[in-house]
């Protein structure tokens, strides 16, 4: 027998124990909630870049990007106790849906709509709004486009923060009406409401271009 591929099997059959061996986001979650700081160590180490990439659809600057993720795992360790009794509920899901809720109360206390977001826009930003109204006219689509392009920061900061969050999570994180109602907590009538108002305070935002 090749003694080279005998231990190259003995170092595959070895490494996929050590993946099988390693503890689910529950059991972690279980550890933690005891005070394993470790094990919440590990969950803050895989689940870090998914709150990230949330954080990132609302905020530019790294520093706010930052403070949303510190914030969110902070909640998310005072509440673990909560995750426990909601066994149904993925450790990734909850945690999304108090990254979202981070996100949307920061959004609510900055309060803000800065008149040089428009500004901000490039030559070449506002030709391809102006084609797209053109050749989209009454369909609805563009506000979908808009969103989930790099304008999104610029001409999502005129939006309330409702209108902001629900846009993002349709559009960029392409999230169902359904299972917006479930990280908002709002009704599925809500969510329907609000993304229809949303979509239209956008329209009105992209139609300064024409």
Known sequence: MDETADKSGYATLEESAQK?????????????SKGDEQAFEELFNRHRRRV???ASRFFRRPEQIEEI???S????????????????????????RISFNTCYDELRRLKRRPESSMSEVSEEEASWLKEQLR???????????????????????RLSPEDRLVLVMLDVEGLSVSEIARLT??????????AHRARASLRR???RFL
């Not at 009794?85 to 899901?93: D, G, K, L, V, W």
């Not at 989209?136 to 920061?153: K, Q, T």
């Open 205 to 207: 935002v992209l139609e």
């Open 20 to 32: 099988s061996a390693a503890p689910s986001d529950t059991e972690l979650v279980t550890r933690a």
């Open 185 to 194: 907590g709002w009704s599925i009538s809500k969510v329907k409401v609000r």
């Open 69 to 71: 993720v510190q914030e």
């Open 52 to 54: 990230a990439l949330i």
């Open 135 to 157: 050749v989209e006219g009454a369909a609805g689509n563009i506000e979908s486009a808009a969103v989930a392009r790099d304008l999104a920061s610029k001409l999502l900061s």
């Open 73 to 96: 795992f902070t909640k998310a360790y005072f509440a673990l106790e909560d995750f426990s009794n909601q066994q149904e509920t993925s450790f990734a899901a909850w945690l999304a």
